[in-house]
């Protein structure tokens, strides 16, 4: 007897971690599901040592690199390039 689980909605590739609504994500595992682009990058940005199962548990954080990325750009604003 085969026994599939499911987790969360197939049709639309919905991120697995908690509190996420992002959906068509790109990266799956057969162990957690799938995970939208923004929860990997804090996934990466977490290091290697973080208990994934924690990490899927817990709430999405604002993107303060992106929210940073945007105004330092602010600031220093990117050089032609020739
Ligand atoms: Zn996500």
Redesign the pocket.
Known sequence: MIIIVIKGNMGVLT?A?KN?G?IM?DNYSHEYGY??D???DELVDSGMYINIEDFMASM?QPDKKRAAIDYFRGIFEKREQY
């Open positions: 991120c971690r996420c992002n994500c995970l939208c923004s929860c990997f999405p």
